[in-house]
C-alpha cells in the first residue's frame, strides 16, 4: 500500500519561504515519479513540479519557475519542495503524487496521492 504523507506547510508572509516534505512508503520508487500539484480555493488543482527518482529530471510550471524547487532524497524516499519568494497568488492546499514511468504534468496521469497541506501566504 502506497503511502504519500505531506508535511511543512503553514501561514507566511509575502517575500517568505516554505519547504514542503513528502515521505514515500509501500514500496520502491526509484522507477517512480514524484509531482506536487497544489489546489486553490475555488480553483481547479494545478501542477507545480516534478521529478524522476531516477536521474533526477525536473519539470515546473511557468508560475514557479525560478522561485521554487523540488528535490529528492533518495535513502529517506522523501521528496521537498522548496518556495522561495512567495506571494498570495501561491497560497493553495499542496498535494503530492506519485505515478510509474517517466514525468509528467497531467494529474491523471499520477496513481497515488497525499493528503495535501496547506500554505497560506499573507500580503
Known amino acids: 500500500q502506497v503511502q504519500l504523507v505531506e508535511s511543512g506547510g503553514g501561514l507566511v508572509q509575502a517575500g517568505g519561504s516554505l519547504r514542503l516534505s513528502c515521505a514515500a512508503s509501500?514500496?520502491?520508487?526509484?522507477?517512480?515519479?514524484m509531482g506536487w500539484f497544489r489546489q486553490a480555493a475555488g480553483k481547479e488543482r494545478e501542477f507545480v513540479a516534478t521529478i524522476t527518482w531516477s536521474g533526477g529530471r525536473t519539470v515546473y510550471a511557468d508560475s514557479v519557475k525560478g522561485r521554487f524547487t523540488i528535490s529528492g532524497d533518495n535513502a529517506k524516499n522523501t521528496v521537498y519542495l522548496q518556495m522561495n519568494s512567495l506571494t498570495p497568488e501561491d497560497t493553495a492546499v499542496y498535494y503530492c503524487a506519485a505515478r510509474s514511468g517517466t514525468y509528467s504534468y497531467i494529474e491523471r496521469a499520477y496513481d497515488y496521492w497525499g493528503q495535501g497541506t496547506q500554505v497560506t501566504v499573507s500580503s
Open positions: 509501500g514500496r520502491t520508487f526509484i522507477s517512480y515519479t
